[in-house]
């Protein structure tokens, strides 16, 4: 059982940090019933965002770029944390334009269209940060190893999952206990009703899209001392989104994080035992819970089970 426990820390962590990315995921689909397939690519972009605010040797060649770089890397982290997010929240409200024409038509068009948005960041992530991988920094004191029970854990993954736990609480807040939130909310459940009642849908829409991209661009930060950072990341993480909230129940906050935690839970413990099954987990897992109650663990019932 001890030797299990650094792969249930790896899972709760996964699977703390995949809520914050489904919750973004699954604000979108409720308010605009939109599968946004661009979301990984902007889980990405927030994450080169952050890259380029903590700077690397191409960012010296400046006046301002020297003494930027001078600052503590603490300084210059917490900075990236709060421009990575606005720049990823600005840039899914540009694909919310883009997306207004596809309103009222089939689905198959927003589908496409954030296709293409998806691939087109993606190529402007090659373009601008290159194709290789790349790192990351993190603050010292967040960063390296300590020992604990005479096993080694990480000190970055107790940080990332003690900041996912803090977001997530911090939307729940916002959602529930503001009026903003209660817009929301409401959206999800019948947006034309919101419209009635006098709130403007198209603006509801655009802020929407960009909080649901700023919590990708966030939860990108967050991951990418984790799990590495490439220009093709997005991909890594738009599946297990989509997964988390058939499984959680469409619309459903705390289906999320509860599908997030299991799906995270199964990969992490699946690969202390069976590496190779460790991403098909999550998989066998969604055939499990779909199998047993179609619309996720705690979706809303449906009129067909009437």
């Given at each position: ?19 914050l ?6 604000l ?85 269209l ?20 790349q ?12 020992l604990?029970?005479?096993?080694i ?49 198209s ?28 220009p093709?990341?997005?991909l ?18 705390w ?8 799906v ?43």
């Open positions: 059982m001890i030797e299990l426990l650094p792969h249930i820390v790896n899972g709760l962590t996964l699977g703390l940090l995949f809520a990315i489904a919750l973004g995921f699954t979108i689909v409720g308010v605009m019933e939109v599968i946004n397939l661009a979301h990984g690519s902007l889980f990405a972009l927030g994450a080169y965002f952050a890259l380029a605010t903590i700077g690397g040797d191409w960012f010296a060649s400046t006046e301002f770029g020297i003494w930027w770089l001078g600052l503590p890397i603490g300084t210059r982290y917490a900075t990236a944390l709060a421009v990575g997010p606005l720049l990823a929240a600005a840039s899914g409200m540009a694909i919310e334009l883009c997306l207004r024409p596809t309103y009222g038509k089939a689905p198959l068009y927003g589908l496409l954030t296709f293409g948005a998806a691939l087109v960041v993606e190529e402007v992530i090659r373009l601008v940060w290159g194709t290789g991988e790192n990351l920094s993190v603050p010292q004191a967040i960063n390296g190893a300590f604990m029970g005479g096993l854990f990480s000190k970055y993954k107790f940080f990332a999952a003690a900041f996912a736990l803090a977001a997530i609480a911090l939307v729940w807040v916002f959602l529930e206990r503001t009026p903003y939130g209660a817009i929301i909310k409401a959206g999800s459940h019948d947006s034309e009703m919101v419209r009635a009642l006098g709130y403007d849908l603006k509801l829409r655009l802020l929407v899209f960009g909080f649901g991209a700023a919590l990708a661009g966030l939860a990108g930060i967050i991951l990418a001392p984790i799990w590495g950072l490439r093709h990341i997005g890594d993480v738009v599946i297990p989104a989509f997964l988390i909230i058939v499984i959680g129940g469409v619309g459903s906050f289906g999320a994080v509860l599908a997030a935690l299991l995270g839970m199964s990969v992490g413990i699946t690969g202390a035992y069976a590496p190779a099954w460790s991403m098909m987990s999550m998989y066998l897992l969604l055939i499990a819970v779909v199998g047993f109650r179609a619309r996720g663990l705690l979706g809303r019932k449906s009129a067909l089970e009437n």
